[in-house]
């Protein structure tokens, strides 16, 4: 008797890497210079050139830089963060690693994101920062919610993880808040292996992030015979990038463009083909912000059934976050009711769309939501 492997569904998730990385990967490897050498502010000045911002504080996670961010925002123990419990553990452990804690707002069933009028309702005194997530890449409403944090003094960070390559008002993410945090993490639409970026709206904020992400101090001080004789103010992390993640960083910058515009075009398919659909259906776009759709999320009322639909014509589904206000770590966390959390942790879920998707592998998934919604 033989068995016939069925083929293996189209994932949801791939791993970028071009093979051309690897001479430069070897120079590195060599060269004598593993840690944080030359290629970081290479790599830096690359990224911020092509984010269109005037500096870029490169670290070994997203989740570092959004422990950066919030530190620079002030955050102490006993302060509060106004964030969002649907996002990925990692934007909310860093407030809990300072001794903050999170204040759930509610968010947009529509689209995932931060409702602002929610957030303006939980901010009190003690509030930070207002921190946001860029659901699957779609921008949040930055303008409503930079509003809410100049209402009460207090910064507005971004958690772009999903959110390389989208643009809000016509700029790409990362120029608009306080502190805008990405991740290099493997499957992201640039990864590094691991790392990630700050990039800081003040220049003062920028110098700041060097020295805490190197123990707090200046790597371009030489004092005497050993930079660590340098006075440390205030105690640091050791969150640098290294010459090895900034090299297949740089090697992967070239390619950005080419597979952020596959993943908007096969969401630009799905969004044509879900009009009208009832049983699944997609996310609300606004005309003002474009998603780099690192994920394509859609709602659907039986989520269970419809993976196993979509399984059974060979493709991947399923949920990549869930809500962090069930974590027992966030026991101490309030929220109240959240209705639009309810709703959209009940109904996401979501499917191929990267760059690794052939025209033939959008029919295959396009066809399986034609055919769930006719069954339905
Ligand atoms: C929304 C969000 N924030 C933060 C992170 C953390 O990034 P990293 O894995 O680079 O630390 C991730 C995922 O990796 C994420 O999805």
Redesign the pocket.
């Known amino acids: 008797m033989s068995f016939t492997e069925p083929p293996a569904p189209i994932p949801l998730f791939k791993v970028f890497m071009p093979e051309s990385v690897m001479p430069h990967l070897q120079q590195t490897l060599m060269s004598g210079h593993i840690g944080e050498g030359p290629r970081v502010p290479e790599f830096e000045a690359a990224l911020a050139q092509w984010l269109g911002v005037p500096s870029v504080v490169a670290v070994n ?4 830089s ?1 422990q950066l961010a919030l530190r620079l925002a002030g955050v102490g123990p006993g302060d509060e963060v106004v964030t969002t419990p649907l ?2 553990a ?2 909310n452990e860093p407030i809990l690693a300072l001794g903050g804690r999170a204040v759930w707002a509610d968010i947009d069933p529509t689209t995932g994101n931060l409702l602002a009028a929610d957030v303006a309702r939980k901010c009190t005194p003690r509030t930070k920062a207002i921190l946001a ?1 860029h659901w699957g890449g779609y921008p949040c409403d930055l303008e409503a919610l930079a509003a809410v944090a100049r209402q009460h003094s207090i910064p507005l960070i971004e ?1 772009a ?2 959110a390389l390559g989208s643009s809000y008002q016509g700029q790409r993410i990362g120029g608009y808040s306080d502190y805008v945090c990405f ?3 493997a499957i992201k639409l640039l990864t590094t292996g ?3 970026a700050l990039v800081c709206k003040s220049d003062a904020d920028d110098q700041r992030a060097r020295r805490l992400r190197w123990f707090g101090l200046d790597r371009r001080i030489e004092a005497g015979d050993c930079r660590w004789e340098q006075s440390i103010e205030e105690h640091g992390y050791k969150f640098h990038m290294n010459d090895i993640a900034a090299t297949i960083g740089l090697e992967q910058l070239r390619f950005l463009d080419d597979n952020l515009a596959r993943h908007q075009a096969h969401a630009a398919r799905y969004d044509a083909v879900l009009q009208g659909f009832s049983q699944v259906r997609p996310l609300a776009r606004s005309p003002d912000r474009h998603s780099a759709h690192w994920l394509y999320t859609v709602r659907v009322d039986r989520r269970a059934a419809f993976v196993a639909h979509l399984q059974a014509a060979g493709v991947a589904a399923s949920r990549v ?1 869930v809500r962090n206000d069930r974590y027992a770590m966030f026991a101490a966390s309030a929220g109240g009711a959240l209705p639009g959390v309810d709703v959209f942790d009940a109904e996401q879920v979501n499917i191929p769309c990267g760059w690794w998707l052939s025209l033939a592998d959008v029919d295959t998934v396009v066809q399986a939501l034609q055919t769930y919604e006719a069954n339905a």
């Open positions: 996670s997203g989740t570092s959004l996002t990925c990692a934007t997530v958690d993880a999903h991740s290099f993490q691991d790392g990630g976050h």
